[in-house]
């Protein structure tokens, strides 16, 4: 109930290409769904999040697609370039009071290719 | 300005010595956190600050003690640690709405390694 589950483990696409990663969860209490980023040695950063009253945020070149009927959501990164190669975790929250404690998937390796 | 800072940025220490790592966050957040990231894996929540008081701890081993002094301030002690907690330890911080925190910021990071 308070997984999510994050597909694939790891991405190859080419420069320019799209990247697309995907996020699965159970609990239809969650309701707030965040992107991180993150580069080797380096924090998480937020990259882009959305709440289920959206079915879709743009913010550049990434775009979280939503669909709450299916209890999914996906990263699109469109023209992929180098500097998109990191490591991408989807994550959940739940109502939580003041806590704010995420559920994070297991994390996509993304390597462009120049 | 998004900016959550940690010290030091490596740290080694022996099983038997006490250390401590520091957060700061200026941002006027009343939510901190630290978490525990191992190679290739999520970061794994260790415990929740709201408010400057202790609102969650995920079953953390008491060689991991943690403080918040002030609002702005988190520190994680440590004491007599295993080669198994090296890691690299996370803070973050959030805005409290109301009931709900949101947006959550990560710090660098401090790089742990115990001998």
């Known amino acids: 109930q308070q997984q999510v589950k994050q597909s694939p483990q790891s991405l190859i696409v080419q420069k320019g290409g799209i990247s697309i990663i995907n996020c699965a969860y159970e609990?239809?209490?969650?309701?707030?769904f965040p992107w991180y980023q993150q580069f080797p040695g380096k924090g998480p950063a937020l990259l882009i999040a959305?709440?289920?009253?959206?079915s879709e945020k743009k913010e550049g070149r990434f775009t979280i697609s939503f669909n709450k009927s299916a209890k999914q959501f996906s990263l699109h990164i469109m023209d992929s370039q180098p500097g998109d190669s990191a490591t991408y975790f989807c994550?959940?929250?739940?109502?939580?009071?003041?806590?704010?404690?995420?559920?994070f998937g297991q994390g996509t390796t993304l390597q462009v290719k120049p | 300005d998004t900016e959550v800072t940690q010290t030091p940025k490596h740290l080694v220490m022996g099983m038997t010595n006490k250390k401590s790592l520091k957060c700061e966050q200026h941002?006027?957040?009343?939510?901190m956190y630290w978490y525990k990231q191992k190679a290739k894996k999520p970061p794994e929540l260790m415990f929740v600050?709201?408010?400057?008081?202790?609102?969650i701890n995920e079953s953390v081993p008491s060689r991991f003690s943690p403080e918040c002094p002030n609002s702005s301030l988190l520190n994680l002690h440590l004491h007599a640690l295993q080669p198994e907690d090296s890691a690299l330890y996370l803070c973050?911080?959030?805005?409290?709405?109301?009931?709900?925190?949101?947006?959550?910021?990560f710090g660098p990071g401090t790089r742990l390694t115990v001998t």
């Open positions: 973050a911080s959030s805005q409290v709405w109301g009931f709900e925190v949101y947006e959550q910021y």
């Open positions: 609990n239809t209490a969650f309701d707030y």
């Open positions: 959305i709440r289920p009253d959206v």
């Open positions: 994550a959940a929250k739940g109502k939580s009071g003041n806590t704010g404690k995420l559920i």
């Open positions: 941002m006027g957040h009343r939510a």
């Open positions: 600050y709201s408010y400057e008081k202790l609102s």
